[in-house]
Structures are given as structure tokens and as C-alpha cells.
């Protein structure tokens, strides 16, 4: 079956640029992960939604990042006037169950590369 | 809060090797804890995980992995390694009452033919 995809997977921005990046989970996956990977370094986490739900975003960086799930399945992260330091991949990952209902396997995205010039 | 350290950042071995990762942690409570595998060009995929009992677990591929407690680790091995194994290596770990992983910041491995 299809798994996680994002889009673009490839973006580059001018500093100072609002940048969109999108992720369309499995069917019917309640819950939703973002991560930052920098350069040589593992992910990060971001953000997470059960379903429509944000119900972290503890590590949300800046007020700069805003993400949104409005329907329960596909999710976008924006950046808003994007810095070189943003300059990282993106992942996200879906998983079946709510937090709380034991261990759910996380399904990574291949992630969107940005690169802020 | 918790950090994850994989001292090797990058291995290179030759087909028919064993291979060790290390991967250690910082938090003392209880912990679940995963390696994931990313090959070239692939997504980010989970390869083996312990939450609970043998602290010796078995993955996918012939990868284990050993939790010590007393050490803080959980170290990935292969007995022979070959050269599809060729990717980054992530561990990562969830501390008690926590959801959200940890990761260290990987490992490249390069298996030559």
C-alpha cells in the first residue's frame, strides 16, 4: 500500500520567504509527526497531531513555524520568513493509534529537503 | 532531558565482518528503545525495538541489538555484514512518560564488496 509522502521534496527559498511544505499520511492513521533533521544530525521533533488535534508543539523552534492537520489526514508545516539557519530536512511520520493506546510503529515520509539561500 | 550518543559517525567495513554500534543514552528511568535504518535514497524505517523483557532483541536482516541497563546501552550488531546493509543507522530512544523519541545523530556505514 502507499505509504507516507511529502511534497515538494525538494524546495528552495530566499531568505526571508514564506515556505509550505506538505505531508499525506497512511489511510486512516489518527496520529501525525513532524521532525527536523539538520545536516549530520538525527531528527528532531517538531510537532504532533492526533487527528486534527495539535496536541504538541513543544518543539516547534520559532513563531515562525505553524502547522496545520484540518481534516485529520493531510498536514502542512509552514515556515514563515524562512532563515538560513532553517536550512534542514523534514520528516514527517504517521502512525495508526492515539498516543496513550500502547506502541504504534512511526511510518516516515522521505522528507522535503529546504535550503534557504 | 535526553540525550542519545552514537559514538561512531562513520564505519567502513568490508563484506563478511561483524559490525557494533553504539548507541547510548543519558535518562535512568525506563526507556524504549529503537534502531532505525535509513538505505540510500529510502525512507527512514524501523529495524528492531525494546520495550521489555530479553534484553537481547532481534530485528530485521539478521540485526540484534542488546539493552544493558547498568550501561545505558543498546549497542546494534550483525555477525556479517554485506553490502546491501550499506546506510544511516539511528538510534533512538523514549524515556518513561514521554511519547517522543530521541535520536542520536546516526551512523554511516559503507560495506565495500
Known amino acids: 500500500g502507499a505509504g507516507v509522502s511529502q511534497s515538494p521534496r525538494y524546495k528552495v527559498a530566499k531568505r526571508g520567504q514564506d515556505v509550505a511544505l506538505r505531508c499525506d499520511p497512511i489511510?486512516?492513521?489518527?496520529?501525525l509527526f513532524w521532525y527536523q533533521q539538520a545536516l549530520g544530525q538525527g531528527p528532531e521533533f517538531l510537532t504532533y497531531?492526533?487527528?486534527?488535534?495539535?496536541?504538541?508543539k513543544s518543539g516547534l523552534p520559532s513563531d515562525r513555524f505553524f502547522a496545520e492537520r484540518p481534516e485529520g489526514s493531510v498536514s502542512t508545516l509552514k515556515i514563515q520568513r524562512t532563515q538560513q539557519e532553517d536550512s534542514a530536512v523534514y520528516l514527517c511520520?504517521?502512525?495508526?493509534?492515539?498516543?496513550?493506546?500502547?506502541?504504534?510503529?512511526?511510518?516516515f515520509g522521505p522528507g522535503t529537503r529546504l535550503t534557504v539561500l | 532531558a535526553q540525550s542519545v550518543s552514537q559514538h561512531n559517525h562513520h564505519v567502513i567495513l568490508s563484506e563478511a565482518a561483524s559490525l557494533e554500534l553504539g548507541c547510548n543514552y543519558s535518562?535512568?528511568?525506563?526507556?524504549?528503545l529503537f534502531w532505525y535504518v535509513q538505505y540510500p535514497g529510502q525512507h527512514l524505517q524501523l529495524l528492531l525495538k525494546?520495550?521489555?523483557?530479553?534484553?537481547l532483541v532481534k530485528g530485521i536482516k539478521g540485526f540484534e541489538a542488546e539493552f544493558i541497563k547498568s550501561k545505558f546501552s543498546f549497542n546494534l550488531r550483525k555477525p556479517s555484514v554485506q553490502w546491501s546493509d550499506t546506510a544511516e543507522y539511528f538510534c533512538?530512544?523514549?524515556?518513561?512518560?514521554?511519547?517522543?523519541?530521541?535520536f542520536g545523530r546516526g551512523t554511516s556505514l559503507i560495506v565495500h564488496p
Open positions: 511520520a504517521s502512525s495508526l493509534g492515539a498516543l496513550g493506546q500502547g506502541y504504534n510503529e512511526q511510518f
Open positions: 489511510s486512516g492513521h489518527v496520529s
Open positions: 497531531f492526533q487527528n486534527e488535534a495539535q496536541l504538541d
Open positions: 535518562y535512568g528511568g525506563t526507556v524504549n
Open positions: 525494546y520495550f521489555s523483557g530479553d534484553p
Open positions: 533512538a530512544v523514549i524515556s518513561g512518560g514521554s511519547y517522543i523519541p530521541t
